[in-house]
């Protein structure tokens, strides 16, 4: 490899470096009245645009969303509120550290 090669990598490496988060946890919210296929629509786009979620999947048949956040934000409250202001009842929320769940 010559010297131009490798400095073309390092601003890219260093960019995928400073964009992951520093520490992530998972949530995991039981949702009580999603029923069809516009409630997950709901939820998913309620927690996207939601600041410090990294990823957000919702699960009809279970019945629950899956949040990756950032280490402590947002707060658990926010995140009840927001299932709440979606028009549904957040009947459990876990978050999950180190295969064990922590309520």
Do not use: W
């Not at 949530?27 to 939601?50: A, H, I, N, W």
């Not at 549904?88 to 550290?97: A, N, S």
Request: overall charge positive; aromatic content about 4%; hydrophobic content about 40%.
């Amino acid at each position: 490899m010559n010297k131009n090669s490798t400095t073309g990598l390092l601003p890219g490496l260093i960019l995928t470096l400073l964009t992951l988060p520093a520490f992530a946890r998972t949530v995991e919210v039981d949702v009580y009245g999603m029923t069809c296929p516009f409630c997950v629509d709901s939820l998913q786009r309620k927690f996207g645009k939601m600041d410090h979620v990294n990823k957000v999947d919702v699960s009809l048949k279970l019945k629950k969303v899956r949040l990756e956040t950032d280490e402590n934000a947002p707060e658990l409250e926010a995140i009840r509120k927001a299932v709440l202001d979606a028009g549904f009842t957040p009947t459990k929320v876990t978050v999950m550290k180190a295969d064990k769940p922590e309520k």
